[in-house]
């Protein structure tokens, strides 16, 4: 008996003493099957390699990565050459018996309570007869030793006894056998050892363990069941390495150790301008699980993350144990014949990705996700032509890549999309020196004997023409040069390589279904703006042109995106341009992708600034179309030309204050409708605190005869503001002529009223209460508006003022004589009728001369009176 079947009949005791059937069926079946293990490992260690025949081999390897009972029985069969087991009857019947109970009564068969008596019978009764079988293996005593180091001289490790409660420290000396570190043997009573990994493995910390199968076939990385535990151990070995050839349809393994699945290059010879550096980088940082390399169609993106595999395979340290390449792409661009390819299985769902993982992992054709995101092993993963994906995939591809683990997993994504995960690393055309640096590698590797040839015909134009007829994208510069060999300088330089039909549907055709939503209302709308690709726009007015001048945030946005995506270029701050020719005649095909609203809406809008210069702020513009309209539209379109303008919070409040004056006095001059246009006023109160706009809003009431809501409009106003500065003094003088002229006019009422001889007694008392109050708002007049007006001007010359402001302070100050008349401040009358003589225009003099006669007259009568 070894340290391990000790360790297991200490179990089955235990568990008899409790009569816990259950758990001793489990036992038996672990102490059954540890015995055929153990027997598996000693006659694989000894006739494995050298005993038996190739063909046999072959029968073995299938079925030893995944065994059943049943195929670890065949293996044992096999590999039992010199019958050291099966010359013995009981060990064949042990094999036999144990098989069948196990395949039709725990395999695939059902015990139930009756029937648990009657399994674990048979369980014990087959363990009787290992325990009495004569092979030598089977009944002595042996000693299951772990070798743990070797320091030169001695192996060191571990001896489990059988005999013994807890293991010993064991040595032996290098003379002694050719020990393998972490590997386990068993030492007879005969001072023999045999080696019995992989098949069976203990450790230093007293766990011991049975083999179950091969996870990956090309690493040798097998799966262990832990003896009365459940637990599982994973353990690389080369005995299943050797096993396996180095590819197989799937997958290959390199030198250094990396497997990578098959797939097809995208290049011939790659020349780096600098890309690879920056996914170099990321891979060696643990910032990020994720970077996606993106930009326009042709520019390497594929052929840069293939080499940067091709660098990883060929060096000589394993930095990934598995890398995978996986390609949404399903067709290509021929250089030689400029036409379009279709690409078969294109990986283009989230679960193909999934299941080439598992595949490549060793895991088999499932579509196990958690497999994956729990794997030990160090993994890249590329996903190229992302945006080819539908949108429901690629949340699903970006949810699993959220699950993976930075410190032992990386992906990349290339894309033509604005579609970041990750880390950004966007790729660009070359400039013209980098285009010329690129067709000379070419020609060194593919047309060396030819290169000098190219050379001679190299000038500074052909340069230019070089780079601008292949746009600097490598896909036409590989075509480049093998027109030029085809068909020399002057043939290959007269057309853009893009402009073909097959070209620019490699480059744009599905550009449109790469954009987000709000990016293609700026796509289609450009489209429409534009004429050809060198017009520059203002970026503000294609803002209002697409109506997302309230949400500047998203607008940015679907810019950027079209600025990273090479569909439009920036000029400066407020102006730029479509990037090509061939993207703006896709614009305007995409036109019908748009529905009719939109577009009606996009034409209402583009009608209303397509007439004016790029020099009008997109405000000066709407106003400047709303004016015009007046001549040419009817009210209501008029109408909601100035309203658009004053519901724009975005527009200054200066443009919006002159729609308002326009559009109330448009009203007024067409229709005479002044009660509409105040309560278009009112609508828009919040510009009221403009002294333009409450002028002529007060104007329109006093018009109407609405005085009390003009005098309380404009002194709520100086409640608040200066009465006198020069900005609010031509408003203060209106106010003064306004409410003395109401109150004049309400004296006059009163007393024609009170000269009615009919009218009753309490008729008379109100008209008399009338008459006081009168006189009280008079005296208000004179304390707040009359007195403070003409104290802030007697001293100072009315031409200092604005026209409006002086003629406001001559009416307000005129008016305000008769007020003081009324109140009997005949002195005060008499100064400002001397002031106004003076300085008010000569069309007041006679009016004045009068007043002046009057005040003299009542001063005389008061003089006389008092005598």
């Known amino acids: 008996m070894d340290y391990i079947l000790k360790k297991i009949d200490q179990k089955i005791q235990f568990h008899s003493g409790f009569n816990e059937k259950d758990k001793l069926r489990i036992h038996y079946q672990v102490r059954i099957e540890y015995s055929l293990m153990l027997i598996l490992g ?67 068969g059902f015990v139930y309570d009756d029937g648990i008596d009657m399994l674990l019978d048979e369980l014990k009764s087959i363990i009787n007869q290992l325990e009495s079988s004569t ?18 001289e001695n192996y060191t490790g571990i001896n489990f006894k059988g005999t013994d409660v807890v293991p010993i420290p064991w040595i032996s000396p290098k003379t002694a056998n050719g020990f393998k570190i972490n590997n386990v043997y068993i030492l007879s009573e005969e001072m023999q ?118 660098d990883f395979l060929n060096q000589g340290s394993l930095s990934f144990d598995y890398i995978v390449f996986t390609s949404a792409k399903d067709r290509q661009y021929n250089v030689i014949t400029g036409g379009i390819e279709e690409i078969q299985d294109s990986v283009d769902t989230f679960d193909l990705v999934i299941k080439k993982v598992n595949e490549v992992l060793g895991n088999g054709e499932t579509i196990d996700v958690n497999y994956i995101a729990n794997h030990e092993r160090r993994m890249l993963l590329i996903i190229d032509d992302f945006e080819t994906f539908s949108k429901d995939e690629k949340n699903k591809i970006q949810e699993f890549i959220n699950q993976l683990d930075v410190t032992k997993h990386k992906v990349i994504i290339t894309t033509r999309a604005n579609l970041i995960v990750g880390e950004e690393i966007p790729t660009n055309e070359l400039d013209s020196d980098k285009t010329i640096e690129f067709i000379r590698a070419i020609f060194s590797a593919e047309y060396a004997n030819y290169k000098d040839i190219f050379e001679r015909g190299l000038t500074d134009q052909i340069k230019n023409k070089i780079h601008f007829v292949t746009s600097g994208r490598p896909i036409f510069i590989y075509q480049f040069a093998y027109m030029l060999m085809a068909r020399g300088f002057n043939d290959s330089l007269w057309r853009e390589l893009s402009q073909s039909e097959a070209a620019k549907d490699f480059l744009y055709g599905r550009i449109y279904n790469y954009l987000s939503d709000d990016a293609t209302d700026l796509f289609i709308t450009i489209g429409m703006l534009l004429n050809n690709a060198d017009d520059k726009y203002l970026t503000e007015r294609l803002k209002y042109i697409v109506n997302m001048e309230d949400d500047s945030d998203k607008f940015n946005r679907a810019m950027k995106e079209l600025v990273k995506l090479r569909i439009v270029e920036e000029l400066d701050e407020s102006t730029f341009r479509v990037y090509s020719k061939e993207l703006l005649t896709v614009m305007k095909e995409h036109r019908n992708k748009k529905n009719s609203g939109f577009i009606g809406g996009i034409n209402s809008r583009l009608n209303q600034v397509k007439r004016y210069k790029n020099n009008l702020d997109i405000d000066s513009v709407l106003l400047q179309n709303a004016d015009e309209a007046r001549y040419s539209r009817n009210l209501k379109e008029v109408e909601d030309l100035y309203r ?77 503001n200066s009465k006198t500065n020069k900005e609010n003094i031509e408003l203060f003088g209106f106010l003064l002529t306004i409410r003395s002229t109401y109150w004049i006019n309400e004296r006059e009422e009163v007393k024609s009223r009170q000269h009615n001889q009919y009218i009753s007694k309490e008729q008379r008392e109100l008209l008399n209460q009338e008459f006081v109050n009168q006189s009280e708002e008079m005296k208000d007049i004179f304390r707040n508006q009359g007195h403070i007006l003409f104290n802030a001007v007697k001293n100072k010359k009315l031409n200092e003022y604005s026209p409006a402001a002086r003629q406001n302070i001559e009416a307000g100050l005129y008016k305000f004589i008769e007020i003081c008349i009324r109140i009997k401040k005949l002195d005060y009358a008499l100064d400002v009728c001397e002031y106004g003589l003076e300085n008010f225009h000569i069309q007041y003099n006679d009016s004045l001369k009068k007043y002046l006669s009057r005040i003299q007259q009542y001063i005389t009568e008061n003089q006389t009176a008092s005598n």
């Not at 005479?672 to 009221?688: M, P, T, V």
Request: a positive charge; charged letters at 25%.
């Open 42 to 108: 000693y006659l694989w260690n000894k006739n494995y390699k050298d005993n038996i025949s190739d063909k046999t081999k072959e029968e073995v390897n299938k079925r030893i990565f995944k065994p059943t009972i049943g195929q670890i029985i065949y293996v044992i069969r096999k590999l039992d050459v010199s019958n050291e087991f099966l010359s013995d009857p009981t060990i064949n019947n042990v094999m036999t018996n144990y098989l069948s109970t196990r395949n039709e009564e725990i395999g695939h």
């Open 644 to 720: 658009q303008i004053l519901n724009r919070k975005k527009s200054v409040v200066e443009i919006r204050v002159k729609a308002l004056l326009n559009l109330t006095s448009h009203i007024v001059t067409t229709t005479g409708n002044h009660d509409y246009a105040i309560d278009i006023f009112k609508e828009y109160s919040e510009f009221l605190s403009d002294k333009a706009v409450l002028k002529m809003f007060v104007s329109y009431l006093i018009t109407k005869g609405y005085y009390k809501d003009g005098i309380r409009v404009l002194s709520e106003y100086f409640s608040i």
């Open 193 to 310: 050892y045999y080696r019995i990994s992989p098949f069976i493995h203990v450790n230093s910390d007293d766990q011991y363990f049975i083999y179950v199968s091969v996870e990956d076939r090309l690493t040798g990385n097998a799966k262990y069941n832990q003896i009365n535990q459940t637990a599982k151990e994973y353990i690389t070995w080369e005995d299943f390495l050797c096993l396996s050839t180095q590819e197989d349809a799937i997958r290959r393994k390199v030198p250094n150790g990396t497997i990578v699945n098959n797939y097809a290059k995208n290049y011939k010879n790659y020349y780096d301008f600098g890309m690879k550096k920056r996914i170099t980088e990321f891979l060696n940082n643990r910032s990020f699980v994720a970077a996606t390399l993106w930009g326009h169609g042709g520019v390497g993106k594929t052929a840069t993350v293939q080499s940067v595999i091709d």
């Open 135 to 152: 092979v030598k293996l089977l009944n002595q005593n042996l000693d299951i030793i772990f070798v743990r180091n070797f320091d030169g």
